[in-house]
C-alpha cells in the first residue's frame, strides 16, 4: 500500500485540487506520475543548469546569486516542495528510478538555497520522510547543521573572513547570518543588537537588487570593523555592552559631563537588576536616570 498518510492534506493545498479529484487521483496513480514527470521535464532542468562542479563553493555562489530574486526563489520554493510532495506519493515505486539522480540534485540545490535564504531551517524536518533519506544516502553524510552559524565573527578576524575561500554573494549571506547569530547569543548589547538591523537591511537590499553585491560585502565589513573599533575602546574604558552604549548616546546627545553622568547610570542599572521584568523598577530606574542627565544640565545652566 502507498506510504501517503499526512500527505494529501499538503498536496491538495499546493494543487489547489479538491476532495473529489484527491479521490480520483488515489484510484489511478497514473495521474500523479503523469504530474511528477512533466514537472521533472519542464522544470527542473534548468535548475540543473545551475550545478556544474558538483556543489563546490563556486556552485553554491552561483545558487546564491541566482536565486537572490525574492520572486524567483518564491517560485522554486513552490515547485520545489509540489514535486517534492508527489515523490513522496509514489515512492517506492519502480517508476520513479530514471528521475532519482535529478531529483537528489534539485532537492540538494533547495537545501542550499533554504538555508541560505531563511533564518533557521531545521533541514531534517524541511524535507519531507522518503526525500530526506535519499539525499543523506546519495551525499553520504548528514547535512550541515544550519543552526550554527556559517564564521565566528568573535573568534575570528576580518581579514580572515575577507580570506574564507567563498564566492561575494556566498560571503554577503554568511556574514549577515554570523551577525545575526551574534546579536541573538549577546542580545543585551544594543550594539550588535543595532548592526544586526543594519545587516539585515543590507541583505535586504542586496535581495532586492538595490546594491550590487559587492556594494553590500563591503559595508557588512565596515560594519564588522566599525564594531570591532567599538569593543577595543569599550574594553579601553572596562565598559559593558549597556554601559558604553549609554555613554555614547550621551556624549551623542551632547549631555554635560557625559562620563560622571553615564557612571550614576551604571549605579541606578545596578540597584535595580530588575529593570527588563519588573514595570516598578523600570519606573524607579528611568526617573534615577532622569535625574541624572538633567542635575548636570541644571548645573551647568546655573553655574
Not at 66 to 76: A, G, N, P, S, V
Request: a negative charge; glycine letters at 4%.
Amino acid at each position: 500500500m502507498l506510504d501517503f498518510v499526512g500527505i494529501f492534506d499538503k498536496l491538495e493545498k499546493a494543487l489547489a485540487f479538491d476532495s473529489e479529484e484527491i479521490n480520483a487521483i488515489v484510484k489511478d496513480i497514473g495521474l500523479l506520475k503523469a504530474l511528477f514527470k512533466a514537472k521533472m521535464q519542464d522544470k527542473v532542468p534548468g535548475w540543473l543548469q545551475l550545478i556544474t562542479q558538483d556543489f563546490n563553493d563556486k556552485d553554491v555562489d552561483d545558487l546564491i546569486e541566482h536565486f537572490r530574486d525574492k520572486d524567483r526563489r518564491k517560485e522554486f520554493f513552490k515547485e520545489y516542495k509540489e514535486i517534492e510532495m508527489l515523490y513522496e506519493i509514489i515512492s517506492p515505486d519502480a517508476y520513479l528510478r530514471p528521475y532519482i539522480e535529478d531529483y537528489t540534485t534539485v532537492s540538494r540545490i533547495y537545501c542550499v538555497v533554504r538555508k541560505a535564504y531563511t533564518k533557521r531551517v531545521m533541514v531534517d524536518r524541511d524535507f519531507q520522510r522518503k526525500t530526506n533519506e535519499l539525499v543523506q544516502k546519495h551525499i553520504g553524510a548528514k547535512l550541515e547543521d544550519p543552526e550554527n552559524p556559517f564564521v565566528f565573527i568573535d573568534k575570528v578576524t576580518l581579514d580572515t573572513i575577507a580570506a574564507k575561500d567563498e564566492g561575494k554573494a556566498t560571503k554577503v549571506i554568511n556574514l549577515v547570518k554570523a551577525i545575526e547569530k551574534q546579536a541573538e547569543d549577546e542580545s543585551d548589547d544594543p550594539f550588535l543588537v543595532a548592526m544586526a538591523e543594519r545587516a539585515k537591511a543590507v541583505q535586504e537590499a542586496f535581495e532586492d537588487r538595490q546594491t550590487t553585491t559587492e556594494k553590500a560585502l563591503a559595508e557588512l565589513f565596515k560594519e564588522l570593523e566599525k564594531n570591532k573599533r567599538r569593543k577595543q575602546e569599550q574594553a579601553e574604558k572596562g565598559l559593558g555592552g549597556l554601559s558604553y552604549f549609554v555613554l555614547c548616546k550621551l556624549t551623542e546627545d551632547g549631555v554635560p559631563n557625559a562620563e560622571k553622568v553615564s557612571a550614576k547610570n551604571r549605579e541606578a542599572f545596578g540597584r535595580h537588576p530588575g529593570w527588563k521584568d519588573g514595570e516598578a523598577e523600570l519606573r524607579e530606574l528611568r526617573k534615577q536616570v532622569t535625574f541624572a542627565v538633567f542635575s548636570e544640565e541644571d548645573s551647568r545652566h546655573f553655574a
